[in-house]
């Protein structure tokens, strides 16, 4: 997940009066929301940055359904704006998606490869896509990643302000990452509210290609609605095709096969 992530490149920034440090253990709060039928809303806004200029921004909206032991499913609705003469990744030309990932598929609505869907076809579905895709490095809903960093934290005016490696931050998350990717630092804010329930993440990191310039990305996301009722249900069979079907269909058109791949496998980041 982080690896795609960095490729992607995507990130934001934004000012808000902080919250209060809670004493509240923000693991045990969080655990005790994983019930099924219910979950938390999303908005994320991400600015990435090339040699310090603003290149791309993407917001997220959404929801979350929670499963016994964590996010089960997801419906999130993405749009991208790259800033004029700005290099950007594939997924800027999107404009705007849904992705809805529930029972082990995601569907998604719009970007690319929609326009070739058949008439009355209106979602193409992946296959093996985990339960939600967004742009925060930091997963305050994975209970390892959030005691990790929340340990890692100091009490700045009432945030939780805290740095660590890309190395560290896989290992949270079960992965190994080696290389100059691992020693990457990503700085992190935490609020929480009273109840030790996340309500913002801010995460702030750069990546350095030496004489090819530099990329940052700061990405905030606030969490919205703790324990309401969520229901996600994928669209109907009659609206969707596989991406299967549809990587066979541009292989037999004139588009080459190693494009239509890395197309595909652009589309975002699954956890």
């Known amino acids: 997940m982080i690896a795609g992530l960095v490729c992607a490149a995507a990130a934001t920034l934004a000012t808000v009066a902080p919250a209060q440090a809670t004493t509240v253990n923000p693991v045990k709060a969080l655990k005790k929301q994983f019930s099924p039928g219910h979950g938390v809303r999303v908005s994320e806004t991400a600015r990435s940055y090339v040699d310090g200029k603003a290149a791309l921004v993407t917001r997220t909206t959404g929801k979350l359904a929670f499963g016994k032991s964590g996010v089960t499913g997801s419906d999130l609705s993405f749009r991208y704006k790259p800033v004029k003469g700005q290099d950007v990744p594939m997924t800027a030309s999107l404009g705007a998606t849904r992705t809805i990932s529930v029972g082990g598929h995601t569907y998604m609505q719009g970007g690319l490869f929609s326009d070739e869907l058949p008439d009355g076809k209106k979602w193409i579905r992946y296959e093996g896509v985990t339960a939600y895709q967004t742009g925060q490095l930091v997963d ?3 209970p390892k990643v959030l005691k990790g960093v929340m340990a890692n934290a100091k009490v700045v005016k009432g945030d939780y302000k805290g740095t660590i490696t890309l190395k560290k931050l896989a290992a949270l998350q079960g992965e190994k990452l080696t290389g100059a990717l ?3 630092k ?18 702030d990191w750069t990546l350095d290609f ?13 969490y919205t609605g703790w324990g309401a009722k969520v229901k996600i249900t994928a669209p109907s069979a009659s609206q969707w095709m596989d991406s299967s079907d549809l990587l066979s269909q541009d292989r037999d058109s004139d588009i080459p096969a190693e494009i239509s791949d890395n197309a595909i496998s652009s589309l975002g980041q699954g956890r």
Not at 186 to 203: A, E, M
Not at 210 to 216: E, F, H, W
């Open 210 to 222: 030496g004489v090819l310039g530099t990329s940052r990305s700061v990405t905030e996301s606030r």
């Open 140 to 142: 305050i809903f994975n």
């Open 182 to 184: 691992s020693k990457i």
């Open 186 to 203: 990503v700085g992190y804010l935490i609020d929480t509210n009273g109840k030790g329930l996340v309500t913002r993440v801010v995460s």
